[in-house]
């Protein structure tokens, strides 16, 4: 137990529905993340919230859509998606240091089991 | 981003055997860290290095942080069948307050009894 929680563990969805998955964090972090993880392929970075506010969108689709109501809460909503979208997508938390540090980082990612999602 | 090249893909090892895998990286990390993936599950963190040199233990386990910051190495010793899984390698970088950590494409290690 990491104390990062998914749900749901598995999803199937058509691509004309609209579904949404949900990660909570006990952990009291200040930073939460989505990534997608694809077969054969390193873990991508798609969402980053530090304290409630997103700080990167590495060009993700906008049949995306992340939400975060409070640090320990995340989502992210799924609307008409593709086959290609089908993954494991992995939330994670961190404990973020201040803006602009220099030197080592101690912000270690602790990752929840992921939602496994299929696509039809 | 950065890319980092993990080394080999798989490992085919016999029970009790040791284990070495490495990343490398064309660019500067101020962390390494180490994960484990069982099937169906997220990473775990194994080992996390914060320091140029640094030699770090967990159990059977022993991870470097090496001195150039742009590479890193895991070895398991005496294998057991629980050790069978995915283990990625991750560095991180601090960005302008955002958390950025850019993974290898993994080892997945078979263990044989």
């Known amino acids: 137990e990491t104390g990062v929680t998914q749900t749901p563990r598995h999803l199937v969805m058509g691509m004309t529905n609209k579904k949404s998955l949900k990660c909570e964090q006990h952990?009291?972090?200040?930073?939460m993340y989505w990534y997608k993880q694809s077969a054969k392929k390193p873990l991508e970075l798609m969402f980053v919230?530090?304290?409630?506010?997103?700080?990167e969108n590495n060009s993700v689709p906008s049949r995306f859509s992340p939400e975060c109501p409070n640090s320990s809460h995340l989502f992210l909503h799924l609307h008409t998606l593709q086959p290609e979208d089908s993954a494991l997508y992995l939330c994670?938390?961190?404990?973020?240091?201040?803006?602009?540090?220099?030197?080592?980082?101690?912000?270690?990612?602790?990752f929840g089991a992921g939602t496994r999602l299929s696509v039809l | 981003g950065q890319q980092l090249n993990q080394s080999p893909q798989s490992m085919f090892i016999q029970e009790g055997e040791d284990v070495s895998m490495n990343c490398t990286s064309s660019?500067?990390?101020?962390?390494w860290l180490w994960y484990k993936q069982d099937p169906g599950e997220g990473p775990v963190l194994l080992i996390a290095?914060?320091?140029?040199?640094e030699l770090t233990s967990n159990g059977r386990l022993t991870a470097q942080f090496g001195i150039t910051r742009k590479d890193s190495f895991l070895n398991i010793s005496a294998s057991i069948p629980s050790d069978v899984g995915i283990y990625f390698c991750?560095?991180?970088?601090?960005?302008?307050?955002?958390?950025?950590?850019?993974f290898g494409t993994g080892t997945r290690l078979t263990v044989i009894p």
């Open positions: 994670a938390s961190s404990q973020e240091t201040a803006s602009g540090g220099v030197g080592v980082s101690k912000n270690i990612q602790y």
């Open positions: 952990l009291g972090h200040n930073a």
């Open positions: 660019s500067i990390f101020n962390t």
């Open positions: 290095l914060y320091k140029a040199g």
């Open positions: 991750a560095g991180l970088t601090l960005v302008t307050g955002a958390n950025n950590l850019f």
């Open positions: 919230y530090s304290l409630e506010e997103r700080v």
